[in-house]
């Protein structure tokens, strides 16, 4: 591993597949290569002013009706997220360019008010990081996640979040009101518990102990918490499934999720570079298992199975899951949130 560049998911910039040229800078020729080493990848933020906020995906598997993602782009580095394909969007590219250069909505707060002010708004359970984790290192900058959910409980509209990181007990203050009212379901995302393979796979987000302790928290505040054991991959992570899920139950969750690795798009060739610098002695194996989840193909975009996947590996992972469920989350379930308190303009409830 020589030439794996630390810190980083993606090892290359992949070409933009929506552009006709592409821009490589000039290394000075071979000779240079010692003297001046090819510069450490720095993350930039480039603010932008979308003029909507709420995405309403017609997705027919994907478990929500609308969401928020104050930024394009994460930090995390995350090298299997299925997100990396829409940087591309952007001009950007889906390998180093995903995880360090971030787009970030700053008017995201004023657009969601002018639509909750809207006459034709209709309160729906609006899903924070349905693309890119909304509690990313730039969070503590920008600060667009907290005034988004303050909005949310001012007009009381749900919300559901999931994320990796444990910034969200920074917002505790406004989170436990949101779930006194039941107006709040938090998933915290472990795909893991060795150390060693999350920092490959996820190197910059944090522990697994973090985030267990993060879910705890959350629970003791009275906040439903759930775990998100996504994605499996097969022979690297899928063994851990009882263990994640015995230890989410121990500190609180009140339910757990997955999806099996699909490798759409840019993620493909970004994914298989990865895996064959980081585990080379089993990559060809993982990617074939990855292709028998899914119809003999590293890409799935089926609806009702992309997500889960089909075929023996995949009902090896889920029969693995469902009996982790059964054994450490007997009788627990996600609560179910209300959209009846929804308050037009945020106006104060005078018997309230």
Request: aromatic letters at 6%; proline letters at 6%.
């Given at each position: 591993m020589s030439d794996y560049r630390k810190g980083r998911g993606a090892q290359f910039n992949l070409a933009n597949s929506f552009l006709a040229h592409q821009y490589e800078p000039d290394n000075l020729g071979d000779a240079f290569d010692d003297d001046f080493p090819a510069p450490t990848v720095k993350t930039q933020f480039f603010e932008e002013t979308p003029k909507q906020i709420i995405s309403r995906p017609n997705s027919p598997d994907i478990g929500f009706q609308a969401s928020i993602n104050p930024y394009q782009g994460c930090e995390h580095g995350c090298i299997y997220c299925y997100a990396r394909s829409t940087h591309e969007y952007w001009g950007f590219s889906a390998g180093l360019d995903f995880e360090s250069k971030i787009?970030?909505?700053?008017?995201?707060?004023?657009?969601?008010?002018?639509?909750?002010?809207?006459?034709?708004?209709?309160?729906?359970?609006?899903?924070?990081?349905?693309?890119?984790?909304?509690?990313?290192?730039?969070?503590?900058?920008?600060?667009?996640t907290r005034q988004i959910l303050?909005?949310?409980?001012?007009?009381r509209n749900p919300v559901t979040i999931i994320t990796k990181n444990a910034l969200i007990l920074r917002d505790l203050d406004i989170l436990k009101p949101l779930a006194e009212l039941n107006l709040v379901?938090?998933?915290?995302?472990?795909?893991?518990?060795?150390?060693?393979?999350?920092?490959?796979?996820?190197?910059?987000?944090?522990?697994?102990?973090?985030?267990?302790?993060?879910?705890?928290?959350?629970?003791?505040?009275?906040?439903?918490?759930?775990?998100?054991?996504a994605p499996i991959i097969p022979s690297l992570n899928d063994h851990e499934i009882p263990k994640l899920v015995e230890q989410a139950a121990g500190q609180g969750a009140c339910w757990a999720a997955y999806t099996v690795v699909r490798l759409n798009g840019a993620l493909g060739p970004l994914f298989t570079d990865w895996l064959k610098k980081a585990f080379p002695d089993r990559a060809d194996r993982i990617l074939n298992q990855i292709?028998?989840?899914?119809?003999g193909q590293l890409t799935d975009s089926r609806f009702k199975t992309r997500m889960s996947g089909e075929g023996a590996y995949a009902n090896h992972i889920a029969q693995l899951h469902r009996i982790a469920c059964q054994k450490y989350l007997?009788?627990?379930?996600?609560?179910?949130?209300?959209?009846?308190?929804?308050?037009?303009?945020?106006?104060?409830?005078?018997?309230?």
């Open positions: 787009m970030v909505k700053k008017n995201a707060p004023a657009l969601l008010e002018k639509q909750f002010q809207s006459r034709t708004y209709k309160p729906v359970t609006i899903h924070f990081s349905g693309n890119t984790d909304c509690y990313q290192p730039a969070e503590r900058t920008y600060q667009l303050a909005l949310c409980l001012r007009y379901n938090v998933a915290i995302t472990i795909t893991t518990l060795n150390e060693s393979l999350r920092l490959l796979m996820e190197p910059r987000t944090v522990t697994a102990a973090q985030r267990l302790k993060t879910m705890g928290a959350l629970h003791q505040a009275g906040v439903p918490v759930g775990i998100m054991t292709a028998d989840c899914h119809g007997a009788n627990r379930k996600p609560v179910e949130l209300t959209t009846t308190l929804f308050r037009p303009a945020g106006q104060l409830d005078l018997f309230n």
